[in-house]
């Protein structure tokens, strides 16, 4: 019993967290993106799902928040989730001042 | 990331072990890493690893960028992975090829093959993975901005280390997947052999008796488990999981005593 707890919590402190993410729907097509925390480091996953559920994702590792502002700024819908991608982002540079500001797990 | 990443790859030794390496890395961040270094040991520039799977009628795309991404979003934006002709030679092929050597055949193909060479894939390599899984492929796209002779060199210098790279990607990427799967349902050991035995057919009771559990802690797991998969059944929860990652498709036909 005592290993599977301490199987959970080691799976608990491996696990990607979720940082930030937004979900919008842009004609037939479905727009999704996810920012990940994972360890020290951080993914971006663009998510554009079709009307027939086909579903294409891009995933980017990133160190540094302007790779992710540069990703989603260069998105041809970037005009029509404007507002969503800069909460998003802002979300993404609150966690990694405070994540700054921690030891490295 | 691992301080391993950052050493630059200066040999054949060097690449092979880095490729090796790559089942230990824990985040698609120190994948990249390495994959961009093995990349620039090929004499190569740009790469797209893709995951490409379906479930049911439908399919799912699952790239991690080595590129610039406006190729991505182009390639996205004008669904090219409906006509590209590298995802069909993955299909039914294994072997890596010079992507010049796949015939074009529509005039979407030239146009997505155009657009390519504009976004540092001039020349390139293409290198099909093939998973346990039967509904799973991989395909690695390696680059370059220089030309065919470039690309040529490479192909002929790095076959076999290409071929193995593609393939750790695609089971680091599979693992990955299982892994992530499991968190998020909080499925245990249990639950995994009672997916593999409804795969095998079992009935519950037969499922009891081989995992030395009672019937009813088998029947109230299926039913976790339709739950948790959000499926109405057993064979459809089979399915889900075989989607996810969780347990294998293809299963080696048992010999008949």
Same mark, same amino acid.
């Given at each position: 019993?005592?290993?599977? !707890?301490?199987?959970?919590?080691?799976?608990?402190?491996?696990? !990607?967290?979720?940082?930030?993410?937004?979900?919008?729907?842009?004609?037939?097509?479905?727009?999704?993106?996810?920012?990940?925390?994972? !360890?020290?480091?951080?993914?971006?996953?663009?998510?554009?799902?079709?009307?027939?559920?086909?579903?294409?994702?891009?995933?980017?590792?990133?160190?540094?928040?302007?790779?992710?502002?540069?990703?989603?700024?260069?998105?041809?819908?970037?005009?029509?989730?404007?507002?969503?991608?800069?909460?998003?982002?802002?979300?993404?540079?609150?966690?990694? !001042?405070?994540?700054?500001?921690?030891?490295?797990? | +990331?691992?301080?391993?990443?950052?050493?630059?790859?200066?040999?054949?030794?060097?690449?092979? /072990?880095?490729?090796? *390496?790559?089942?230990?890395?824990?985040?698609?961040?120190?994948?990249?890493?390495?994959?961009?270094?093995?990349?620039?040991?090929?004499?190569?520039?740009?790469?797209?690893?893709?995951? @490409? %799977?379906?479930?049911?009628?439908?399919?799912?795309?699952?790239?991690?960028?080595?590129?610039?991404?406006? *190729?991505?979003?182009?390639?996205?934006?004008?669904?090219?992975?409906?006509? /590209?002709? %590298?995802?069909?030679?993955?299909?039914?092929?294994?072997?890596?090829?010079?992507?010049?050597?796949?015939? #074009?055949?529509?005039?979407?193909?030239?146009?997505?093959?155009?657009?390519?060479?504009?976004?540092?894939?001039?020349?390139?390599?293409?290198?099909?993975?093939?998973?346990?899984?039967?509904?799973?492929?991989?395909?690695?796209?390696?680059?370059?901005?220089?030309?065919?002779?470039?690309?040529?060199?490479?192909?002929?210098?790095?076959?076999?280390? +290409?071929?193995?790279?593609? @393939?750790?990607? @695609?089971?680091?990427? /599979?693992?990955?997947?299982?892994?992530?799967?499991?968190?998020? #349902?909080? #499925?245990?050991?249990?639950?995994?052999?009672?997916?593999?035995?409804?795969? /095998?057919?079992?009935?519950?009771?037969?499922?009891?008796?081989? @995992?030395?559990?009672?019937?009813?802690?088998?029947?109230?797991?299926?039913?976790?488990?339709?739950?948790?998969?959000?499926?109405?059944?057993?064979?459809?929860?089979?399915?889900?999981?075989?989607?996810?990652?969780?347990?294998?498709?293809?299963?080696?036909?048992?010999?008949?005593?």
């Amino acid at each position: 019993m005592k290993n599977v !707890r301490k199987q959970k919590q080691k799976q608990k402190q491996n696990a !990607r967290s979720l940082l930030s993410e937004f979900s919008s729907t842009l004609g037939s097509e479905t727009l999704k993106v996810r920012i990940y925390r994972d !360890r020290e480091t951080f993914v971006c996953e663009r998510e554009l799902v079709e009307r027939d559920g086909t579903s294409f994702t891009m995933v980017l590792p990133f160190m540094q928040a302007e790779t992710a502002r540069a990703l989603l700024s260069a998105d041809p819908y970037f005009s029509r989730v404007r507002g969503e991608v800069w909460r998003t982002l802002g979300k993404l540079n609150k966690a990694m !001042r405070e994540h700054d500001g921690k030891p490295v797990s | +990331m691992g301080s391993r990443s950052l050493e630059a790859i200066g040999s054949f030794g060097d690449a092979d /072990d880095r490729i090796s *390496w790559i089942s230990g890395y824990e985040t698609e961040a120190e994948i990249e890493a390495a994959a961009r270094q093995i990349v620039e040991y090929f004499g190569l520039q740009s790469f797209v690893f893709g995951a @490409l %799977f379906r479930s049911g009628e439908r399919e799912h795309y699952r790239y991690l960028v080595g590129c610039t991404p406006e *190729w991505c979003y182009l390639y996205n934006q004008k669904k090219w992975y409906a006509i /590209d002709p %590298f995802i069909d030679y993955a299909l039914k092929n294994t072997s890596p090829v010079l992507a010049s050597a796949i015939p #074009l055949n529509t005039a979407g193909q030239e146009r997505l093959m155009a657009e390519a060479a504009e976004h540092g894939f001039r020349a390139g390599i293409v290198v099909p993975a093939h998973s346990g899984s039967a509904i799973r492929i991989g395909i690695l796209y390696l680059g370059t901005s220089e030309g065919l002779e470039c690309a040529r060199e490479s192909f002929l210098k790095h076959r076999n280390l +290409m071929r193995a790279f593609a @393939l750790e990607l @695609l089971e680091w990427w /599979d693992a990955k997947l299982r892994e992530s799967s499991l968190e998020r #349902l909080d #499925l245990d050991a249990l639950d995994m052999d009672l997916l593999t035995k409804a795969q /095998d057919h079992a009935t519950a009771e037969e499922a009891a008796h081989e @995992l030395g559990v009672t019937l009813s802690r088998v029947r109230a797991r299926y039913e976790r488990l339709t739950r948790k998969l959000e499926v109405p059944n057993k064979r459809n929860a089979v399915e889900k999981a075989v989607t996810l990652g969780l347990i294998k498709s293809a299963r080696w036909p048992k010999v008949q005593p």
